[in-house]
């Protein structure tokens, strides 16, 4: 674990500073449930979103939206990459500053 890191190789330090001999498998059990939590959520979404009629719902709407905030999301990482202070080969500096026309600058 971390804390067998503050003293003497294969212990760990406990309440009072004294430094107490580390076990294997300590802290597994956190991780494990940590992980069985985890996968019990993924399954629930996973049958929610099987459940829901998706008939009903326009996809062009939703299609248009998310492909308009991948957009934004793209330029805005582009203006954060302009921003650099960097030699960038010659095509590129050119395309980060017509691209940067279109960044929200917040």
């Known amino acids: 674990s971390i804390g067998c890191s503050a003293c003497a190789s294969g212990t760990r330090p406990v ?9 294997d498998g300590e802290g597994y059990l956190p991780v494990c449930l940590a992980g069985a939590v985890a996968f019990l959520l993924i399954c629930l979404t996973y049958y929610v979103v099987d459940r829901e ?47 940067s026309i279109l960044v929200l600058d917040v």
């Open 15 to 23: 309440d009072g500073g004294a430094c107490r001999d580390c076990t």
């Open 53 to 99: 009629d998706r008939t009903k719902k326009p996809k062009a709407a939703l299609m248009a939206e998310l492909t308009v905030s991948q957009l934004l999301t793209v330029y805005q990482q582009l203006a954060v990459l302009e921003s650099l202070s960097l030699a960038w080969p010659p095509p590129l500096p050119e395309i980060l500053r017509t691209l």
